[in-house]
């Protein structure tokens, strides 16, 4: 006897879609207090999640933009065969070069070092144009800014180096400040996204005990797995994006203002927030996917324990 | 149609509901499955629909060997059985006609198919003039009716009941056996385990009795057999 159990791929249809569209709203209302414990779980989540997302980007800027900034003065011997002094010089330069992880080498003359601090702090240095005391100096830059410290070791032991000096220690900690606060909020965050998870899963597993009955008439008369599925994982889904409508907007005013405050008071300084534009909507996108990803597996959790099916 | 071979189940609480049962039901029949409570009546039922899956035998319904049947199968198993239940089973929230429809509706059928079909049934079990109403507004036979409509409306090739009239008093309990046989000429096969001994007694069909998951008795045009 020929059976019709082969057509188990139905194509979904508009109006069934429609009907799980009608069914995950129709609940949201229904279960109108845990509605709005999820979504005020998942808004205060996604807030945080945006707020620190946003922080945490802006540092990365700070520490980048400082990690660029790190370079290596090698302070060369004072020599005073002028000859003797160009050769020893250029094989210091040549050497250095030569090491690995080394990007730029630039070298500045001793006139040119006092030009700079005359620069930085007054004329009453000119006075040193008689006599520079200053030493002829090597610019070093680090192809990454993390190995500069090793490569700072390496060129101590070159000859002709009078001294080598370099932001030792700073760029440590700044780098293990940025980690430790990273891990803080991490954890703060996973915690909470936990919680909102719980929340709603929760929330799910009261609207599937409540449409028991219908659950089993329909898993009676044929609806297929999926058809009773997806009203709950949509209404799931409801619930991360309507979490994640408050945060979007608080994030977005908010970074639009303090934006608008800071950043000329900023102007030419070392120090740069990021800008608004792609900065906003990257972390807007985050927000909304992860209230998806919150609400998704939420009921989706709830969905694999109590629909027996 | 519907046949078990050597079929036994045991539950995880360790009762054995079936304990080699082998029968055959032929397309169009109508069979009684009687025998005390506990005997294994309901398991009987629930084999078929595969809403319990043997530890051991095949039941094949129509062709489809249940116990090799995956989980993602099953709805469209069911989509070819009608299942009628002592408690009705209706949706309180949802009128006569939406009840009926509903069953149609979570298959994906047509929207134009649907009213046709539903209201077809509906006359079919006499409830044409009451589409609008709520089941709480119905006596249990009308509500029974209801039911059994549902189970038709995809037109199956069986219905199983599992006591249907468990829940009626005697006069309505007869109007629904009408239905069952006015079904049962119209070739699809009927299932009905049931306590009620005059039913049987009085419309003579196979009876099937089942003890301690034993078929005991399996007689054509048999009585109920047991006393009360």
């Known amino acids: 006897m020929s059976v019709m159990l082969t057509e188990v791929t139905t194509v979904m249809r ?6 799980h569209f009608r069914e995950s709203l129709k609940s949201l209302t229904r279960n109108g207090w845990m509605t709005f414990a999820s979504i005020s779980a998942v808004t205060v989540t996604l ?42 010089e250029s094989k210091l330069q040549k050497e250095i070069k030569s090491l690995k992880g080394v990007e730029t080498v630039v070298y500045s003359s001793k006139e040119d070092e006092l030009d700079l601090l005359i620069k ?25 800014p993390q190995e500069t410290a090793k490569i700072a070791e390496k060129i101590k032991k070159l000859d002709n180096t009078y001294d080598v000096i370099y932001g ?14 990273r891990n803080v909020g991490l954890v ?10 719980f929340l709603i899963s929760n929330t799910i597993r009261i609207t599937i005990i409540a449409r028991r009955d219908e659950i089993e008439i329909m898993k009676l008369v044929g609806a297929t ?5 997806i009203p709950f994982v949509l209404e799931g889904a409801w619930l991360g994006i309507l979490g994640s409508v408050i945060p979007m907007t608080f994030v977005t005013i908010a970074y639009y203002n303090i934006h608008k405050i800071i950043a000329p008071k900023l102007k030419g300084e070392l120090l740069q927030l990021l800008d608004i534009s792609p900065l906003i909507y990257q972390v807007n996108a985050l927000i909304l996917l992860l209230g998806l990803f919150i609400g998704v597996w939420g009921s989706f959790m709830s969905v694999r324990k109590f629909l027996k099916i | 149609m519907i046949e078990m071979n050597n079929v036994y189940k045991k539950y995880p609480n360790g009762v054995v509901a079936a304990n080699g049962i082998t029968v055959d039901i032929r397309q169009g029949e109508f069979v009684y499955v009687v025998g005390p409570s506990g005997a294994g009546k309901s398991t009987f039922i629930k084999l078929m629909y595969r809403e319990e899956k043997p530890t051991s035998g095949d039941v094949i319904i129509n062709g489809t060997n249940l116990t090799k049947l995956k989980n993602n199968q099953v709805p469209f198993l069911r989509r070819q059985l009608g299942v009628v239940f002592q408690d009705f089973k209706l949706l309180p929230r949802l009128t006569v006609y939406e009840n009926v429809a509903f069953a149609l509706e979570v298959i994906e059928e047509h929207p134009k198919q649907i009213r046709k079909r539903v209201m077809d049934v509906l006359e079919l079990v006499g409830l ?38 468990g ?11 009408n239905i069952f046989e006015e079904i049962n000429t119209m070739g699809t096969t009927i299932v009905m385990a049931t306590h009620n001994r005059e039913i049987v007694n009085t419309i003579r069909k196979r009876v099937i009795a089942i003890e301690g998951g034993l078929i005991v008795r399996d007689v054509n045009g048999g009585d109920y057999g047991y006393e009360g």
Do not use: C
């Open chain 1, 14 to 19: 508009g109006r069934t879609i429609q009907r």
């Open chain 1, 47 to 88: 807030l945080l999640v945006g707020v620190f997302a946003i922080i945490m980007m802006n540092l990365n800027k700070v520490a980048d933009d400082i990690e660029n900034d790190v370079e290596i003065r090698v302070l060369i011997d004072i020599i005073e065969n002028q000859d003797e002094a160009k050769t020893a």
């Open chain 1, 120 to 144: 930085d702090f007054g004329e009453d240095l000119s006075l040193f144009e008689q006599s520079n005391p200053l030493h002829n100096v090597l610019y070093v830059k680090a192809a990454n």
């Open chain 1, 168 to 181: 030792e220690g700073k760029v440590e900690k700044l780098f293990s400040f940025l980690n430790t606060s």
């Open chain 1, 188 to 197: 703060l965050i996973l915690g909470l996204l936990f919680t909102a998870i």
């Open chain 1, 225 to 229: 797995n999926s058809f009773v599925r």
């Open chain 2, 128 to 165: 044409k003039h009451k589409v609008r109403m709520l089941p709480s507004e119905l006596s249990g036979g009308e509500q029974q009716r209801v039911s059994i409509a549902r189970s038709i409306v995809n037109m199956p090739k069986v219905v199983i009941a599992d006591e249907p009239t």
């Open chain 2, 167 to 177: 829940n009626l008093d005697p006069e309505t309990s007869w109007e629904i056996m």
